[in-house]
């Protein structure tokens, strides 16, 4: 199998941006949180490379403690989505009759909310918090990865090997486990690499919105909003996360994509 | 006769589908914390009052009684009452419920002259230069915050160079058209690489079809066989995603509308939300979500009018 550049080229900017969350402490040139009167909405330049915030704090600081941040919910925000909607998939493609039309339809009723808004009504109901962000991402969030396993199992629960081990008298859980899955994971694995960088930018819209992460913390949706009153005068406040956060997002998507094309999902 | 049965059989089947979003709805409600009717009625009213509204939304009631009152209330479109402004909450989305509109369908009307430019272009040159750009492209595109990118743009095409707006609506469809340009371009960069990325799939897959063969053999050229034949064939399986790129684009209204202080229904929900106006919240998710099944439903009336082999 060849490895795709774009992978490679993905692969290596979320590898950096990992490096740039270990190393915050040593990579940043301020305290991210210390107000500094004496150096409000300074213009990047030597002393503060990204510029200050309208408290004086060092935005550069701030996009490098970030990154702790983003991958943390980028990363943990796809596990339970991905178990509960791989799980109810296979189980549903696999033994089919009930269980498969119970799935169904409730994945009919999940269709026609806008993601964005469900995540947002949940987190209104339990209130704003990143805990709360991956209760509403559990809920929500399982319906992409449940279609994907359904499909792959629908298909692999008729295969010659799936049907030998049958015969052979092995049990339902240990096929499903041992055949089924390994064999029905590249789509979803890809699936998830676009889903991380989703989860990423929908928490940043939280934050933005002044329901996920709260202030004063270096959360790049945060800053962003923190910036918005002087986008015309001071730029560099929302600028940079912004950057950054695109910069981190392209790596997952690239590797979402290099994936797909060395496992020959997409053409 | 037989379309009209068809037309029948579709809606009858988007009842289940109905009832299940108003169960996810009335759940949100039931999850609320707190008394909403002590918040709507305020702190002052006496327990007589209370009571009388408990009982008109039958929050005394066992929870499945509870539920059919909700949904009776929702069928007299009775969907309770704004704790902010003491008005119902119909009458708030239909004041709010046309901008949206107003911007999903902005937004969709710029966004098909690029889409189909660019799969064209990409699948017409597989793996070309353009075709790498234009995958490059999109997946920047899934990654850059609709929120920032809103915000750039006003500053930019708004303070910088004066052009837009930078919010509201105005107050005639010339200004509407121009009050909404920046908020629909911000939302378009989320939605174009996803189309794009389907409609040269669905091209490529017709491409290769055999019909393509017999059209360049019986001496059709290449531009003819792709206009006449290959391209009208990749239409239906993009018009397919086209619900699911309205409940994105419902989705993004909610940020967008907030940037650019449009005054739609994702503001009013965001609005509510942050001032713990549950009903509005409640009663928004669900025009949200009613908004898409009518979508769908138009779509797939429209997938058997192009080609009659999908109805039964």
Known sequence: MRVSPMFLTGFSLVLVWGLIALAAPLLATHDPYAIDFEAILQAPGPAHWFGTDNVGRDTYSRVVFGARLALYIGLLGVIAPMLIGMTIGLLAGYFGGWVDTLAMRLLDITVPFPFFVLVLAIVAVLGPGIENYFIALALVGWVGYARLARAEAVVLRQAEFVLAARTMGFSHGYILLRHVLPNALSPIVVYMMTDVTLVILFGAALGFLGMGVSPPAAEWGVMIAEGQSYIATAWWISFFPGLAMVALGVGFALIGDGLARMLRIER | ?312
């Open chain 2, 1 to 312: 006769m037989k379309t009209l049965r068809y037309i029948l059989l579709r809606l009858l089947q988007a009842v289940p589908v109905l009832l299940g979003v108003s169960i996810v709805t009335f759940a949100l409600m039931v999850a609320t914390p707190g008394d909403p009717i002590r918040l709507l009625v305020g702190d002052r009213a006496t327990p007589e009052t209370i009571a009388l509204i408990r009982d008109r939304y039958g929050l005394d009631d066992p929870i499945l009684a509870q539920y059919v009152t909700y949904l009776r209330n929702l069928l007299q479109g009775d969907l309770g009452a704004s704790l902010r402004y003491r008005v119902p909450v119909s009458q708030l989305i239909a004041q709010h419920y046309p901008v949206t509109l107003f911007l999903v369908i902005y937004t969709i009307v710029l966004t098909l002259p690029p889409v189909i430019a660019l799969s064209v272009w990409s699948a017409r040159r597989q793996s070309g230069v353009a075709d790498q750009v234009i995958r490059l492209l999109g997946v920047v595109g899934l990654a850059v915050p609709v929120f920032w990118l809103a915000l750039l743009f006003a500053r930019f095409f708004g303070v910088t160079l004066g052009w837009f707006p930078v919010s509201g609506f105005g107050n005639s469809f010339g200004e509407h058209l121009l009050h909404l340009f920046l908020p629909a371009l911000s939302t378009m960069i989320w939605v174009v690489p996803i189309l794009v990325r389907n409609l040269r799939s669905a091209l490529l897959d017709e491409m290769n079809r055999d019909y393509v063969l017999t059209g360049l053999s019986k001496g059709l050229g290449e531009r003819q066989v792709f206009r006449t034949h290959v391209f009208p064939n990749s239409i239906l399986p993009t018009l397919n995603l086209f619900a699911v790129i309205v409940a994105y684009l419902l989705g993004g209204s909610v940020i967008v509308e907030t940037v650019y202080a449009v005054p739609g229904m994702g503001k009013l929900m965001v609005e509510s939300i942050l001032a713990r106006d549950y009903f509005v919240v409640q009663g928004a998710t669900l025009v949200f979500a009613l908004t898409t099944i009518l979508v769908m439903l138009a779509v797939d009336l429209l997938s058997t009018a192009i080609d009659p082999r999908l109805s039964p």
